[in-house]
Nanobody, 119 residues
Framework: QVQLVESGGGLVQPGGSLRLSCTASGVLFSMAAMGWYRQAPGKQRELVADITSGGSANYAESVRGRFTVSRNDAKMTVTLQMNDLKSEDTAVYFC?????????????WGQGTQVTVSS
């Protein structure tokens, strides 16, 4: 079965850093577009960053310049390096995989990991 498992969340002070990792199993990882989403209480889930199977990354405006997404297909992992964290970054962060298998593709989500930025 397909599983995406996030790790690395926690409590950090503003200006601090965290590194989130997502490890996939049962997924055609090399074909997958991987992404990180986050959802804060009372807010809609939003895209933080994604990275295509070819390694092209895209970032939300709010995190551009602070976060870096990368992938390691051999290890079937995607990583989100989060620097200069702000209180607004507090949310549950979810790993996402999109696999473009015709005709409709497949989509999977991790269980989420909590990131709390507070002094």
């Amino acid at each position: 079965q397909v599983q995406l498992v996030e790790s690395g969340g926690g409590l950090v002070q503003p200006g601090g850093s965290l590194r989130l990792s997502c490890t996939a199993s049962g997924v055609l990882f090399s074909m997958a577009a991987m992404g990180w989403y986050r959802q804060a209480p009372g807010k809609q889930r939003e895209l933080v960053a994604d990275i295509t199977s070819g390694g092209s990354a895209n970032y939300a405006e709010s995190v551009r310049g602070r976060f870096t997404v990368s992938r390691n297909d051999a290890k079937m992992t995607v990583t989100l390096q989060m620097n200069d964290l702000k209180s607004e970054d507090t949310a549950v962060y979810f790993c996402h995989a999109g696999i473009p298998i015709p005709p409709e593709g497949y989509e999977y989500w991790g269980q989420g990991t909590q990131v709390t930025v507070s002094s």
